[in-house]
């Protein structure tokens, strides 16, 4: 019986460096997931698409997404992994959503495997778990895992004080990268390019912020970005390549267009 396809999709991964003298790179890979297997291959113009890994379900140990606050060098920045004969495998997705996906489909699947009481948040980087400063990389993790749930869902911090705020010397704005809408009692909504004031961000999954109209509440932390300076470089509509004066132009020339 041929297994039967469950995701597929463009990621990148970020090479396993099973030796130490392995270089650490990222790669853009198309993913298959199915019953029996998690594949990997590179596709190439004019070719037949060369698989470059393949994981059976069965060795997985353990699925879930990577919480961190260090800069990702590559353009997918919502990283998951996958720890599997002793390795560990960074796949990085295109948005939150996406990864939400694989790692629920994936935990579907090795559900009854032989899986870890414990889990490392963090990635491992510089000989050392980001999360605990343990230098094993095969040590016990530090996060009890869930086999059925996903990361984001665990329980949340009290929220803050509305009074309370960073200690920066003023408050942080942050600017939301798409709608939100609140799964429990003390999320907040959020709504695309709207502005809010960013009150706590001391959990790894989720950030107190402030509407508008003062309300306060807990968002998804990959939902917004911290606004700093003139950067729009996030925002689809935004070409830093030309000037205020021939975006304008481009601006009433598709207006003349749509009047003809």
């Given at each position: 019986?041929?297994?039967?396809?469950i995701?597929?999709?463009?990621?990148?991964?970020?090479?396993?460096?099973?030796?130490?003298?392995?270089?650490?790179?990222?790669?853009?890979?198309?993913?298959v997931?199915?019953?029996?297997?998690?594949?990997?291959?590179?596709?190439?113009?004019?070719?037949?698409?060369?698989?470059?890994g393949?994981i059976?379900?069965?060795?997985i140990k353990c699925?879930?997404?990577?919480?961190?606050?260090?800069?990702?060098?590559?353009?997918?920045?919502y990283p998951?992994?996958?720890?599997?004969?002793?390795?560990y495998?960074?796949?990085?997705?295109?948005?939150n959503?996406?990864?939400?996906?694989?790692?629920?489909?994936?935990?579907?699947?090795t559900?009854?495997n032989?899986?870890?009481?414990?889990y490392?948040?963090?990635?491992?980087?510089?000989?050392?778990?980001?999360c605990?400063?343990q230098?094993?990389?095969?040590?016990?993790?530090?996060?009890?895992?869930d086999?059925l749930?996903?990361?984001s869902?665990?329980?949340?911090?009290?929220?803050?004080?509305?009074?309370m705020r960073?200690?920066d010397g003023?408050?942080?704005m942050?600017?939301?990268l798409q709608?939100?809408?609140?799964?429990?009692?003390?999320?907040?909504?959020?709504?695309k390019?709207?502005?809010?004031?960013l009150?706590n961000s001391?959990?790894c999954?989720w950030w107190?912020?402030?509407?508008?109209?003062?309300?306060?509440?807990?968002v998804?932390s990959?939902y917004v970005?911290?606004k700093?300076?003139?950067?729009f470089?996030?925002?689809?509509w935004?070409n830093?390549?030309?000037?205020?004066?021939?975006?304008?132009?481009?601006?009433?020339?598709?207006v003349?267009?749509?009047?003809?």
């Amino acid at each position: 019986m041929f297994p039967r396809v469950i995701l597929r999709g463009t990621m990148i991964k970020k090479s396993q460096q099973k030796k130490r003298t392995s270089p650490c790179n990222y790669k853009e890979r198309f993913f298959v997931l199915d019953t029996q297997n998690l594949k990997y291959s590179e596709r190439r113009p004019g070719k037949k698409p060369m698989v470059k890994g393949c994981i059976e379900l069965h060795r997985i140990k353990c699925v879930e997404i990577v919480c961190t606050e260090v800069p990702i060098p590559c353009n997918f920045k919502y990283p998951f992994q996958v720890f599997h004969d002793n390795h560990y495998l960074y796949v990085f997705a295109p948005d939150n959503d996406c990864r939400q996906r694989w790692v629920r489909a994936l935990k579907e699947e090795t559900k009854h495997n032989n899986l870890v009481a414990k889990y490392h948040p963090n990635f491992w980087m510089d000989g050392k778990w980001r999360c605990c400063q343990q230098t094993e990389k095969l040590a016990a993790g530090c996060h009890v895992y869930d086999p059925l749930g996903c990361a984001s869902k665990k329980p949340l911090p009290q929220l803050p004080d509305p009074e309370m705020r960073l200690e920066d010397g003023g408050p942080r704005m942050v600017i939301a990268l798409q709608d939100y809408t609140p799964l429990r009692d003390d999320d907040l909504p959020l709504k695309k390019d709207q502005e809010y004031v960013l009150i706590n961000s001391s959990h790894c999954d989720w950030w107190a912020v402030e509407n508008d109209r003062g309300d306060t509440g807990f968002v998804p932390s990959t939902y917004v970005a911290v606004k700093c300076g003139n950067n729009f470089d996030r925002f689809e509509w935004y070409n830093k390549n030309i000037t205020r004066g021939e975006a304008e132009e481009l601006l009433m020339n598709e207006v003349k267009t749509m009047w003809r």
